[in-house]
């Protein structure tokens, strides 16, 4: 769940036109891909879009509110298509799922969910729902699906008013959305331990995967064409004269017996093998060879230019691979037999399948090694496989995917490549530690499940600054918000934001930290009571000139740590001292927005105000705003050092050296590249990072990994090293008391409305 308050969007983004386009491209790819499957989501994706459509213009659906759908209230779940755009259907609605028919089937009430709601709440209901608590056995997979087990707890627990006031809430709408999970086989997973895909979904990536068409074509070339190829030139050298030169026997009836048993041959082998189709070509050499055996065989005389192509073919395969049974092409043949007989991916892929499917497929597996062992000796025997055949890359990776462990050995593996990645797997975390807070196991279990679900609830498109739903305005989650323990899990809470945060910068050096991994830390930030302002990226396209008062507030946080002269200060020409003053709380009044700040960053990109206030007059104009606004606040970077206290093992200095290398590695995609401003933005970002790394440092590393980066460059290609020289010389100009941006040093920025002295040939 993305609860950025501040995912600003103009109005103008909530217009019909992008749901058109939208619709248009659906039914593009449901009319013209070649795959059926992508056709039929091509297809769910028009009627989708259609819904949005109609909905806008009868107004059913009001684009941009956080209560996006006419009838219904905040905390129902809606559907979310891309670009935050509601459907006008509630994720917990649609027909009846297989567990509510088969419960209103064992209730013995009508298939309906209006009926099926007040059993739940029958003396037999209740008893089922206290049931499905005490054991964890059921799945959540929209928070709606959380709410009558909610009840339920309630209800046992003795607080019937509050238990009665949740029934209220959620009766308008009992008919039309499911209140209950489904119930499953088995208990809630390890709470310490993670995974990106459970065995199921490793099961259906492998299961999906066809053989390669090349590698086959290949294979068939080598084991099936080759072999045949050879026959065919033996049996056209047996009519060779003294000099070599085949000719075309009158009266052999036993040649041509044996030819027509090669042509028949021929026919037989191309029905069942159809990979290859080189044999096919009339003018390849076997081609060439069959052609003049068929004309031979059926009585038909080769005429000059056809017996003329038909020895040159011969002569040419003979001088490439040596006679048929000769010592270099009988080793040419058996080394190209090995090469055949290796067992294809797909083929490995089969066996992996066979090992999976023994395994529990709704979760993750604790250990992946033993499913990733070479071919043993019964599986060789079963198979057909070559005992000790080791297991392709492309086959591991959709199995160590389902590895569950923690998040840190996941990163260490590899298993997590991103912080994208990371934060797909941190609501898994988060849910766990916020469900500490409450006193009852079954509870917290419920509450895990919850929050999970929630995590998942896609992004609505926002008007005004407004914002997302929160998990704390559930109706079942306000309704036990009194059975948190005294201090909740504060601790707990602030101990995973240093995780996390540890983990994020540490592991993915240069990278700018994904909105919904900034969601997450925010709630842990909130829950441990911490004053940690953590603010999200904002959309260059969207942005209408604001920023809300966090923003300010995590750039008051980077001013405590980074002012008074840090390098970082002096590199981007910033006044921390004027930042505090604009911070300063018994000079500010409560509002929505902040004007100083939002001024303050449109001054520092260049932009002077007018009538109307600031007009950037493009993407990239606010591109730059949003860029100084990431400056002044560090994007975070300062509030998880200064507030949440996170200290990297390695030391500043050994992270400003990799994130350096992350800088050249983008730098290196820059050349050759007609698009290179997103590339650029990204080596901004990176830099960016380096310089707050490089502040941290003692005067001495800070010398010391200055001499380093210019030895980390050099190793690079030279278009690399040239294009970052002056970027580099500007660095050290500042931290020798000078600026960045005079004489041969440029200032490194990502945005700018000219063309980029970045995506200049360096050459």
């Not at 988060?430 to 929630?454: G, I, K």
């Not at 006044?575 to 000079?587: H, I, K, M, S």
């Amino acid at each position: 769940m993305n609860e950025d308050a501040d995912q600003q969007h103009l109005a103008p983004a909530a217009n019909p036109g992008y749901a058109s386009g939208e619709l248009a491209k659906a039914l593009r790819t449901a009319l013209t891909h070649h795959d059926p499957d992508t056709r039929r989501r091509a297809e769910d994706r028009g009627r989708s879009w259609r819904a949005v459509l109609a909905g806008m213009a009868s107004g059913h659906l009001t684009i941009g509110s956080r209560t996006p759908v006419t009838g219904f209230p905040a905390w129902v779940t809606p559907e979310v298509l891309r670009g935050g755009f509601a459907t006008g259907e509630a994720g917990a609605g649609g027909p009846l799922t297989e567990y509510e028919v088969e419960a209103a089937r064992v209730a013995g009430v009508p298939a309906q969910r209006q009926a099926l709601f007040a059993h739940w709440l029958s003396e037999d209901g209740l008893g089922r729902l206290h049931e499905l608590l005490d054991s964890g056995r059921y799945e959540v997979t929209v928070p709606e699906e959380a709410a009558l087990l909610t009840v339920a707890w309630l209800a046992r627990a003795g607080e019937l008013d509050a238990a009665v006031a949740l029934v209220g809430e959620l009766a308008p709408f009992a008919g039309r959305l499911r209140f209950t999970p489904r119930p499953a086989d088995r208990p809630a997973p390890d709470p310490g331990a993670v995974h990106r895909a459970t065995v199921g979904e490793a099961t259906d990536t492998l299961i999906r995967r066809r053989p390669n068409r090349a590698v086959e074509t290949q294979r068939e070339a080598l084991t099936v064409w080759q072999p045949f190829g050879d026959e065919l030139l033996a049996h056209w050298l047996e009519t060779a004269d003294a000099t070599g030169a085949v000719q075309v026997p009158a009266t052999d009836d036993a040649w041509h017996i044996r030819g027509a048993e090669l042509l028949r041959r021929h026919r037989d082998l191309a029905r069942r093998h159809t990979y290859c189709t080189k044999h096919l070509s009339p003018k390849g050499n076997l081609g060439i060879l069959r052609g003049a055996l068929e004309e031979t065989v059926a009585g038909r005389a080769l005429d000059a230019r056809r017996l003329g192509l038909l020895r040159h073919a011969v002569a040419s395969m003979v001088r490439r691979r040596g006679l048929p049974g000769s010592t270099s092409h009988t080793a040419l043949r058996r080394a190209q037999a090995a090469q055949a007989a290796l067992p294809s991916h797909h083929a490995l892929a089969q066996l992996v399948l066979r090992r999976l499917s023994e395994l529990e497929q709704e979760t993750g597996v604790a250990e992946v090694d033993p499913l990733l062992v070479p071919v043993t000796g019964p599986e060789a025997h079963e198979t057909g496989l070559p005992v000790g055949a080791g297991v392709p890359a492309a086959v591991r990776r959709p199995v160590e995917a389902a590895l569950s462990a923690p998040v840190g050995t996941l990163v260490a593996r590899g298993v997590v490549p991103s912080a994208e990645v990371l934060a797909e797997l941190v609501p898994q975390l988060v849910a766990v530690t916020t469900a500490q807070a409450y006193r009852d196991p079954a509870l917290r279990t419920l509450a895990t499940a919850n929050h999970r679900a929630f995590a998942g609830r896609r992004s609505l498109l926002l008007l005004s600054l407004e914002r997302q739903v929160r998990m704390e305005e559930l109706p079942w989650v306000k309704a036990v918000a009194g059975q948190r323990a005294e201090g909740g899990a504060g601790e707990a809470s602030a101990a995973a934001l240093r995780q996390l945060g540890e983990l994020a910068v540490q592991a993915f050096p240069g990278t700018i930290l994904p909105n919904r991994l900034v969601s997450q830390l925010s709630m842990l930030a909130r829950q441990s009571g911490l004053s940690a302002p953590l603010v999200e990226e904002l959309a260059a396209d969207i942005f209408v000139g604001t920023f809300t008062p966090k923003f300010l507030d995590a750039a008051r946080v980077a001013a405590e740590l980074l002012g008074g002269g840090s390098l970082y200060e002096s590199y981007y020409g910033i006044d921390y001292g004027a930042v505090r003053e604009l911070a300063n709380p018994a000079a500010r009044t409560p509002q929505r927005t902040s004007p100083g700040f939002a001024k303050l960053c449109a001054e520092r990109a260049g932009f002077s105000s007018n009538r109307r206030g600031y007009d950037f007059g493009s993407v990239a104009g606010s591109g730059m705003v949003i860029e100084q606004a990431q400056i002044l606040t560090t994007h975070n970077l300062a509030t998880l050092v200064h507030r949440v206290g996170i200290a990297p093992a390695p030391g500043w200095a050994d992270l400003a050296v990799r994130t350096f290398g992350t800088v050249c590695r983008l730098t290196a995609r820059v050349h050759g590249n007609p698009r290179p401003l997103a590339t650029i933005k990204d080596v901004a970002y990176a830099w960016r990072q380096l310089l707050f790394h490089l502040s941290l440092c003692t005067p001495r590393e800070q010398a010391r990994t200055l001499a380093r980066l210019t030895e980390e460059a050099d190793r690079h290609a030279t278009h690399v090293t040239a294009r970052l020289a002056p970027a580099l010389t500007g660095l050290r100009q500042v931290a020798e008391g000078g600026t960045a941006d005079e004489g041969e040093g440029r200032l490194l920025l990502g945005w700018t409305t000219e063309r980029h002295w970045l995506a200049a040939d360096p050459v």
